[in-house]
């Protein structure tokens, strides 16, 4: 089976992220960048399904050059292969599901592995576009996923609980947390990696449908008023909550 | 405005979503031009409709659709958006309405921004207001397609139900509808209020010390009747579930009060939990981060406070 897992590459969530001198981009100075955490439940799923069914294992990237190195750690996890679609603009993320899906669709695989969500932006939606625009069956925030034959049944969460969901391969499934325990590159996994090639093309450009104005700092919080350092401030507390918040 | 807006409404189990009625609510301070959808097997209870305000709904009916079906929804709707010509699409930002919103987007080839904290009129169009990198910065988008997809986060705008009214629905009864992907059971977790829903949320971290002593929490969250929710720490210890972790690997909350004990508030936490109305945090250590971002504070050991917290509040009810 050829399986696709799209990897992006993200700012470290511990960083103190900065603006940068145009208002509305981020200044990436001194900012460590990482493997976005949900993609690698997407790669162990890959990996894991190979193991069972065999196959191969291709990482796609939409980004520059410093993508690489997610898609280096990726290969050292045991990837077979990677793709660099370079493009230093910006994509929003229509534009980026529309360029994946155009490589995704060369490649011809039945099944795609994506992150719930990328921690930069936040937004939750390449997985479900890329389903829509290959055509492929597809679930989304998945924390179990069975595959038999051509039939795959997903478990995925929702509020009070857990939808099961059941479809047909060619399929996109968006991996969330609970799904598997990813596994730590070993030692041979890394010197491997690093002598495989990362193929590096030009990623398709598509028009985008919608721009950033700018970006700013929440308005941050005064720190709350500290009530007391034992039992005493209760009382003022539920006061507070009753009368100033109205919230109880 | 007076541009075609549609609101995208959400039930389950027979209860259409408060986020739902918010959403039409500010849509319509936007358009009086305003409709709205609603997609199932049956409006279990139409008087809902009626006291949330809702003048007219298109009700598209199909037995099989008691359940989600992210295929079927998505097939529905933007049939529906395209015969309609709508231009401003909004859908919370619930587990259906951040599946389907995407969805929406690819195959109509339109703008979409996720999970808004705010909106406002700007020039004939919306800016959306939206927190990205887990809350540390808030990002101002604006779509430039024709059609734009709005996905709203829960609570940003609060709902009170106003005067009731008298509501038309349309019933439009679908029999083709496209189930390639289905659902085939849905597991509850125990009927208990979810994080993600609940108006009033108590957390506890690893402050708490053992699963056992979560008892504490969830006797604070009874008398409240508030949801119980934890830190990763907690989730990882095996003490809670996953279902009710917070932040950024967990869910996303906006609780009008969240209570955050024995928690210290590393910026992960916070992501899921910031844009709550009160944030009150208790915790022995003065210095925890929690407090930057709390209204008000307690200083002090969480088993002290939690049974006497816990007892004001029953007074009161009485
Ligand atoms: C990629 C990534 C994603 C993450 N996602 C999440 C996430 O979704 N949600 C999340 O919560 N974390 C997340 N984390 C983890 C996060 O960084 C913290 O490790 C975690 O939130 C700490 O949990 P805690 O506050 O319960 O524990 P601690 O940080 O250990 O804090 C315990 C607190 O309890 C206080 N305390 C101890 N005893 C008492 C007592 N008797 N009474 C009162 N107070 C007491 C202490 O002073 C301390 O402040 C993530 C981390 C990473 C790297
Ligand atoms: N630049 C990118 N290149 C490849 N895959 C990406 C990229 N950005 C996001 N993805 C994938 O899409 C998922 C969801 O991202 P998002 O919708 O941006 O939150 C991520 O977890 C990745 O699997």
Known sequence: ?248 | MDNKFLVVLEQRNGIIKKSSFEIYAKAKEFSANTDAVLIGASIVDESQLKQAGVSEVTFIKNNDLENYSSSAYTNILVDFIKQNSYEFVFIANTALGKDLAPRLAAKLDCGITMDCTNLTEDAGNLLATRPVFAGKLLLQQKLTSTVKIFNIRPNSFGFTAGSEVETKINVKETSDICLSVKTVDVKKAGGKLDVAEADVIVSGGRGMKSAENFNHIESLASELNAAVGASRAVVDAGWRPHAEQVGQTGKTVSPNLYIAVGISGAIQHIAGMRSSKYIVAINKDKDAPIFQIADYGIVADAFDILPVLTEEIKKIKQ
């Open chain 1, 1 to 248: 089976m050829k399986i696709v897992v799209c990897v992006s590459h993200v700012p470290d969530t511990a960083s103190k992220i900065n603006i940068g001198a145009d208002g509305k981009t981020l200044d990436t100075n001194g900012l460590t960048f990482v493997l976005n955490p949900y993609d690698e439940f997407a790669i162990e799923e890959a990996l894991k399904t190979k193991e069972k069914f065999g196959g191969e294992v291709t990482l796609i990237s939409v980004g520059n050059d410093s993508f690489k190195e997610s898609l280096r750690k990726g290969l050292a996890m045991g990837a077979d292969s990677a793709v660099l679609l370079k493009n230093d603009g910006y994509f929003d993320s229509l534009s980026l599901a529309k360029s994946l899906s155009d490589e995704i669709k060369n490649l011809g695989a039945e099944l795609v592995f994506v992150g719930k969500q990328s921690v930069d932006y936040d937004n939750s939606v390449v997985g479900q576009m890329l389903a829509e625009l290959l055509g492929y069956n597809s679930v989304s925030v998945a924390v179990a996923c069975s595959i038999d034959g051509n039939k795959i049944t997903a478990e995925r969460e929702i509020e009070g609980g857990k939808e099961v969901v059941e479809f047909n391969l060619p399929a996109v499934i968006t991996t969330q947390k609970g799904l598997n325990e990813p596994r730590y590159p070993s030692l041979k996994g890394i010197m491997a990696a690093k002598k495989k090639v990362i193929e590096e093309k030009a990623a398709k450009v598509f028009d985008n449908h919608s721009e950033f104005v700018s970006l700013l700092r929440p308005a941050s919080k005064s720190a709350g008023k500290i009530l007391g350092t034992d039992v005493s401030a209760v009382s003022e507390l539920v006061r507070l909550l009753r009368e100033e918040a109205k919230v109880i």
